[in-house]
């Protein structure tokens, strides 16, 4: 391998053309105003003091950037995963691991995670999640981040939990000790949000607004209520006068050097929670990476971004940060402010930076509530209803296993959601390949081609059975293929020869090789001789290793469903 | 339904004919000369004491006489299942409670599991676990059960383990303490049954015996080693002059009515144990039975199948028994005894019910290395190279399957081992669904048929790319797809048509769907148009439900690639 080919950095920075800077400078300040309130309602959703989102967004930015194979995906704290590692510390808390000392061994573990998978090449394995299950895990999984935020919107205490149910009951239970200042504040940012969203940047450009100008206002969203919710209970003194909770002390100065450390039996704990975070997060990642690349024909190697990842997330581990993956909304606003390369994100790592240089005694007043709306306007985007009309429409099988990890990660946890997802989604491809279509086929009148008589006009002959079976023969449909042959025969004892089309047959694994050879004897027995026809090449030259071809003499292999008839209508 | 469909007997006992009767006594005979020493040996297998086998073998096997479906199935205790039994009750033993307690409550649970099983009609289920895996779980089980019977055959104590290497150890430490009395005992009863399995029936009819008498002889190497023992032991007092273990106090008269009960903590412990039991008791079963039926042209109805063994498990839960399934050799020998109905199994059944009556006594000073003979030779012919051998030759995929499964049994434990076989095979099915053959094609000149241009002499056109892709388009392989097509475009710029050959594609899932939607842009990007061509009946239904059709337009969707590129050709 060329050292370009571990570390792409050298591929572009080399290439790096002057036109390219203006994009990454304006993509790097966009995705960092975006970052810097962001990071800090994620660290605050995992549990953790909120400069920790803040130095996850420094030194994992930069080296993604060394790393990674994607031009404009941004890294950093994402909702998902903060919400995977509050449920995986807040079972640890007990054990007396700080917090943060777990996250940064979940951290630690994650990058070790992300290279190992890049280094034996299992980038494919986020394959084998469907996206049914990907939609309904994202939904539930807003869901409950939404709710979980209801306690800062309110300014009540609710208990941890990922159940909605429990949470709205505590809530409801409280109703007359709802801080009513909260939950205005909470609701005008999100307002404001939603607008800065939607109409706000149309709103500008009417106003004869340039176009730029107005995408940073509208994307500024944040650090536009960040800024004057702050201000407002800085001057109103609201923290005082109406009991809103705030941000507080935030240390000042870059984070210093952290080791995670504990002993091993806390590491074991760890070990499946980091597993699926990686999981969860590279496919987050992987998914934005690709939709990004294909915009602009770029390639992204599925095994290089585990190890950009892998980088990303030891280095969080190292300086103080927690888990990190490439976000899906971040990711958009920097490639659509125009990054051209990953010099934006290096850009917005510095910005973040210098924030925590000099800006962390500014937070002090910002109020819970403001990140909380930051939050749930962030995660409602994820729930989506779309693919579950079209599931339901097009393949009941996918819906039932969307709605299946949909109703687990709701009602039991996030964890055994997607694994319940995972299960389900290739437990029904097993089902549906286990009881395979076949069809009875005939001829459609002067040609050579062979249809289902059920659905069409064909000529078929009462002593040749010709069946198709639409499916590979393995273990788990060897039966079924026995038993439905053997009861088309037993139907109909004009029935000489049995041609199996094998087209649609693209493995024939050793069960089903038994299976055959029981079947020859059985035909036989019934004065019945077993033809094969359209045997594809790779198993034809698998089954020439073995005797089945001899056992099935005097039955026959032709090329063609079309050979196969007339050669035996002739005899 | 009608009842003759839940209580099979109503068919068979009202359609019973006089000649049936000879083979069914004859064979019910033969069977309990085998059964009477082999419920024994397995019971103690099972770390039960040995009239407990007995008494599995009275109320079971009348009660499958009845449920079950099929004419020759001969159910009682066999090796695998005990060793299983013993594996979980062996865990539980430190809790208070006693192991028959444990293993009526086991039978019970396999019963209710087998009942519900069957009422969901689940039967299919056991068509998941390939023939490799089954080969590799019996010759590993084999391994052990054998080895956990070296105790016995040497008269030492070994701690229980399922661990063959600590076996071995510690009987090697013990060498000087081996009973040499039980090893020379132990070693002829192995010799005479080997003799008696093999040589012995050509022997006695060159000798000039008749046939039957002959089977019969053969057939009884266990009962005559347990007598001549027996006998040996109780003349020369070789329990007390050489430290023989023998069986001891057998209690005498019918099993009385047994409650399996305990606290419900027991009872959860016993869940997954009980599943566990249940398939693999049910594919042994279901195995013979379906061989057995398939010689005489019967049918065997798998769910009536888990009917016949839950009753028969229920009743051995509360007739002081264990867990019961079909076996194999016991089940070979009723069939080729001559059993035309489960009448056979009833007499069986009476005939262990007079053992017990009348010839407890007879058992007392039955050495424990005679039953650890019968064992050994009895799970000998499980252990199985064949199948290796052929899935090596075949299908290296199967072959690793077969090979982790051995392995994991004999270095882990029975029940992981099982886990692990499904999980591996099913792995490998999936890993080859997810990276699919593909074949670029072309036409055979002269011909409507299209073959691989790798394989065959084929016609091709450059505008044209023509690709068959062998397997169902699902979300493992969606990508994989994808890129394939990408790659193949990329590689020529002339192509200008992409038609893609659905022949071997018999699902396509919501995933997949979605990715088709994202090629149709791409390759729109790049100017080709993508068609699809022989699309089978029910994924074209399908596809109609959807915006595909739509979308891929100006693409079409042809009956046969013949059509497509003739078609294509002509524009």
Redesign the interface.
Known sequence: MRPAEIVPIIEWLGRYRRADLPGDFTAGIITAIMLVPQSMAYALLAGLSPHVGLYASIAPLVLYALFGSSRALAVGPVALISLLVASTIGTLDQQGVSAHQSALMLAFLVGVFNILLGVIRAG?LV??????VISGFSSAAALVIGFSQLKHLLGIDIPRTNNILEIIESAVAQTNQVNQTALALGLSCIAILILARGPLSSILRAMGVKHAVAVIIAKAGPLIIVVISTFLVWTLELDKVAGINIVGVIPAGLPSLTFPLANIDVWQRLLSPALLITLVGFLESISVAKTLA?KRRQKIDANQELLGLGAANIGAALTGGYPVTGGLSRSSVNFEAGANTPLASIITAGIVALTVLLLTPFFYFLPQATLAGIIIVAVSSLVDSK?LK??W???K???VSLLITFAVVLVYNVEVGIIVGLIA??GL??W??????Y?IVGRIAGT??FR?IK?HNVETNPEILAIRI???L???????LETTILAAVAESPAIRHVVLIC?????I???A??TLE?LID?LR?AEVTLHLAEV???VTD?LA??ELLNKLKPGRVF??AHEAIAALERE
């Open positions: 494919f394959n084998f999640i469907s996206h049914p294909s693919m079209t599931a429409a097009y393949n099988a996918d819906a989604s290739l491809f097993l549906r390949t286990a009881t395979p279509h069809a050579e081609h289902n659905r639409d499916e590979s393995y273990f788990a449909n060897a039966r079924f087209s649609a047959v693209n493995i694994d050793t069960s090789l038994e029981t059985e027995d594809k090449g790779p698998r290793r073995t090329l063609s």
